[in-house]
């Protein structure tokens, strides 16, 4: 219900809470309740999870929700909500564990092959082999679903999949900004993009020859299956495990915490810990005489190169008031059209229109 909960409200922040079992039908249509009091109850929700839940699991039960990950989702719920000292509690309380470490190799946390691995806090398991032979795109979900992602084919680019994800070349960019110590592109950033360089190799094609006419093409590599010997995503099954939380966000979360309360040698030092399992020249020292200001901004920087396409850009685009921000707003749009349609209220989804025809106590969320 914790994590239920915390995608609702940061997905549509106007929302029924319900803990209980309806008893009349008065009851049967709530209202929207308070945002304040979602959150409270997402709190005690992951609270009260990590109090019962196991540090750890065995076959065939890995996978699980464990305490770190309630720990982890207790600490980034504090920290939504600007409660910094509350947030790096928890998030040390997670590193204490001492269960979780960085994968040496970034690329290895969105393949099948390294599933549920030291890095991983909590993650969505899908499988190929598991599950009946229906795709489940629409409808209820029933016993003949099969359980796979549909992420790989729509994040594949054409003619692998349905591109309907695409990056900017802002992005590329911003990978770019720095060469690691031994003066190469950041591996990150052929871990998650396909783009024309030296070899450049996807579903066991050349990308000179897939994209001779377009070699400015980019496209999403990460969560895909691109180097597993599949000749493309067509048959929409994809058994990649979606990671919801990485140790790497716990520690720049935790980095983000630290700046807030004004600890700026602490934050950097765990920056530079993110940094170092890419090669990231060593700027800790540099980072820690900055100002809050210099540190959100790097902060914002290395969160955007270490999680892209793993769907949490939004959400520390809305939480840090960017938004709201005009030239914040105006370097958004610089980057990506698509911000040329932001109006205030869209920070977050519209109500289902379904939703609103069913309950009549529900109303639309504002900019729509």
Request: hydrophobic fraction near 35%; include cysteine; glycine fraction near 8%.
């Amino acid at each position: 219900r914790g994590l239920n909960y915390f995608y609702l409200i940061t997905f549509f922040n106007n929302i029924p809470l319900i803990t209980k079992s309806y008893e009349s039908a008065d009851e049967y249509f709530p209202g929207q309740s308070d945002p304040t009091l979602v959150w409270e109850q997402i709190f005690s929700d992951f609270n009260e999870a990590c109090q019962l839940l196991p540090e750890s699991y065995v076959s065939p039960d890995v996978g699980r929700a464990t305490k770190g990950a309630a720990l982890a989702f207790l600490g980034k719920s504090y920290l939504f909500n600007n409660r910094y000292a509350d947030a790096a509690q928890k998030f040390e309380e997670v590193m204490g564990l001492g269960i979780y470490e960085l994968m040496e190799n970034y690329g290895d946390n969105f393949t099948e092959q390294f599933e549920n691995n030291k890095e991983s806090i909590f993650e969505i398991q899908f499988s190929r082999d598991v599950g009946g032979t229906v795709l489940g795109w629409v409808d209820a979900p029933a016993a003949d679903w099969s359980k796979t992602t549909a992420r790989a084919i729509t994040y594949a680019p054409a003619p692998f999949g349905w591109n309907d994800i695409a990056p900017t070349q802002w992005v590329v960019d911003e990978f770019r900004q720095e060469r690691t110590i031994s003066d190469e592109d950041d591996p990150r950033l052929r871990a998650t993009i396909y783009y024309n360089y030296p070899g450049a190799m996807l579903y066991g094609q050349s990308f000179e020859v897939v994209y001779a006419t377009d070699l400015g093409k980019l496209g999403v590599k990460k969560y895909g299956n691109g180097d597993s010997g599949r000749p493309d995503e067509k048959d929409w099954r994809s058994g990649i495990n979606e990671r919801l939380m990485r140790y790497a966000d716990v520690l720049l979360m935790y980095a983000e915490c630290k700046n807030e309360l004004d600890q700026r040698a602490v934050a950097a030092q765990y920056i530079q810990q993110v940094r170092d399992r890419v090669n990231l020249p060593d700027r800790e020292a540099e980072f820690a005489a900055f100002s809050k200001e210099q540190m959100g901004e790097q902060l914002a920087h290395e969160r955007l190169l270490e999680f892209a396409f793993e769907g949490h850009r939004f959400d520390d685009i809305r939480r840090w008031g960017w938004l709201d921000n005009s030239a914040k707003l105006a370097e958004l749009q610089s980057h990506d059209a698509e911000f040329n349609s932001y109006v205030e209220g869209r920070e977050f989804f519209s109500i289902p229109q379904g939703e609103i025809e069913t309950n009549p106590n529900l109303r639309q969320n504002p900019g729509y």
